[in-house]
């Protein structure tokens, strides 16, 4: 299924037009960069994807259908600092069930030990809860995963971790990532295209 | 004379557990490093492994149930508490990490107008915004209306004009788009030639080899190895710890191999060498006691088997 971003407009309040007219779509399985000046609306751009605002102008759709408005949004998106992310004050077993009943295997690829389910987010470094709110945005439901500076503060080695284990998980289940970071070598290796905001 | 010495610093928080019961947190143990006039050091390493921390041990403004042993010294004499808050913001200036640092309520452009030193408040504030290419009308917004590149760029303009003699940048750069990313560089650079010493705290190794003389990786809060910037070049051969291998080798433009496991956390540190469980040549003798930092090959390292 085919995910569709058609003439997109958004504004906050009366401010000017974040952008207009964006028209872009993604198919099943490809990883597309998105990049651009900051303040440009990129995240906005990934909130609308990810069904968290409206597009006050165009819509979205789903191989050609309408995003839910209820149930679980097939279309995922995970934040660039996780320790915003999660409620601090749930262990992070709670938080990972929120996405459904994580899949054991992508778990030990993220690397996400058992003992850590006791912990609370304080307890944790920011690597080790972005694995969590990446675990968790990868439910069996998500076709699409909108990664928004996913990795951005964390070292390389996390990093490449976490990648690796979503690039797998995404191959597999033939699941479209749009990756959105300024570093060019990153984008480099893991995107088949790059678009400009 | 190092304008900044820290030698065998050890933070450790005291937290409550469970109910009354207090358990300690040793997020860093016997840290040493050392800052030179007109020099850019770059620390790197993972998050939580004592980067932030250090500066804030360094700026005397750690929480209160945090605990410092070992010595911070300026200019060869000892930080004292006292010394530290009438030094801080004159002598010694933060870029701190989180936007959540500026005031709320005040407007960035007056923000940026308290930390002048020199010259006309209002005039240094409009030089350096333009050069971070920020428009003029950002002067009179609040931080919450600044886009996450833009209030970095707030954030660096208030230590820029404060015309202090050390510049500790934590992390300076998430978020900002490459032209904005090379002005701060630059700029920072610009400082060190200038006389000024600067620590650039980051976990972007790319953006620290730009600018940085040395390097001082981190790792679960010590440091691991101190080694001339040059040194992190081809498949890291240079390097001396195996942990600066593995983060080199771990780079998108390298082989973007990652290693297993993760940083232990900070209230179950092992009691010897704290990368030995990830470490391909842990021997029996790691597990034991944690390694001195000694001098090897111009820089220093913290691994028995380094050659």
Known sequence: MQLDAKNIGFRYGKSPWL???????????????????????????????????????????????????????????????PEKAVNPRWKMGKTLKEGGRPDDDLLARLGIQQEWLERLPNELSGGELQRFCVARALGPGTRFLIADEMTTMLDAITQ????HAVLHLAEKRKMGILVVSHDAKLMNRLCDRVIEL | MPILEVENLSVTFRQYASGLKERNIRAIS??????EQGEVLAVVGASGSGKSLLAHAILGILPANAETAGSIKYCGETLTAKRTQSLRGR????????????????????????????????????????????????????????????????LLSTAMVSGAKVIIADEPTPGLDPEALNEALLNLRELGDQGCAVMLITHDIDSALRIADKIAVFYAGTTVEIAPAKDFTGDGEHLRHPYSK???????QNGFTPIPGSQPHSAALP?????????????????QAQPDLRELRNGKVRCIHAT
């Open chain 2, 30 to 35: 016997n840290l040493s490093v050392t800052l």
């Open chain 2, 246 to 252: 593995a983060l080199w080798g771990a780079l998108p």
């Open chain 1, 19 to 81: 952008f207009k007219g964006i028209n872009f779509s993604m198919q099943p399985g490809e990883v597309v960069g998105l990049k651009g000046p900051s303040g440009t609306g990129k995240t906005t751009l990934c909130r609308i994807l990810a069904g968290y605002e409206k597009p006050l102008e165009g819509k979205v759709t789903l191989g050609g259908k309408a995003l839910p408005e209820i149930g679980y949004h097939p279309v995922q998106m995970v934040f660039q600092h």
């Open chain 1, 160 to 163: 490449a971790q976490i990648w």
């Open chain 2, 91 to 154: 002598e010694i200036a933060l870029v701190p990490q989180s936007v959540g640092y500026l005031d709320p309520l005040m407007r960035v452009g007056n923000q940026v107008r308290t930390a002048v030193r020199n010259g006309k408040p209002a005039e240094e504030q409009r030089k350096v915004f333009k050069r971070y290419k920020l428009k003029s009308v950002v002067e009179k917004l609040f931080p919450f209306e600044l886009s996450g590149g833009m209030a970095r760029r707030v």
């Open chain 2, 271 to 287: 009691p010897g060498c704290l990368f030995a469980s990830r470490c391909e040549k842990a021997t029996k003798e790691c597990h």
